[in-house]
């Protein structure tokens, strides 16, 4: 699967921004989506996941109450609407497919290019 992402940009904190993750290839409804980011000189964290079967939901603390994640009815885009947005969320944020957790480490097995978010203060 191919994975595109779009909607970075440069907020103010306490702004919005909705980053979205177009997938070609194979179907997303084969896989839980999800959101990683990665600050500079920082681990690459996760954000955010989606199943597609239950469309459940599972949030990081920190974006928890601030972000959600969503697709569309199609399974073809998923969603990553950021509301009250921090310094601290600066990063570069990465959709991803197959997005599971082990031992309580997150990963993804595909990734898209990323796309900046900068949120200054």
Do not use: H
């Amino acid at each position: 699967v191919q994975l595109v992402e779009s909607g970075g940009g440069l907020v103010q904190a306490g702004g919005s921004l909705r980053l979205s993750c177009v997938a070609s290839g194979r179907t997303m409804s084969d896989y839980p989506m999800g959101w990683f980011r990665q600050a500079p000189g920082k681990e690459r964290e996760f954000v955010a996941r989606i199943t597609w079967s239950a469309d459940s939901t599972y949030y990081a603390e920190s974006v928890k109450g601030r972000f959600t994640i969503s697709r569309d009815a199609a399974r073809v885009t998923v969603y990553l609407q950021m509301n009250s947005l921090k310094p601290e969320d600066t990063a570069v944020y990465y959709c991803a497919a197959n997005v599971q957790s082990f031992g309580g480490r997150w990963s993804g097995g595909s990734w898209g290019q990323g796309t900046q978010v900068t949120v200054s203060s």
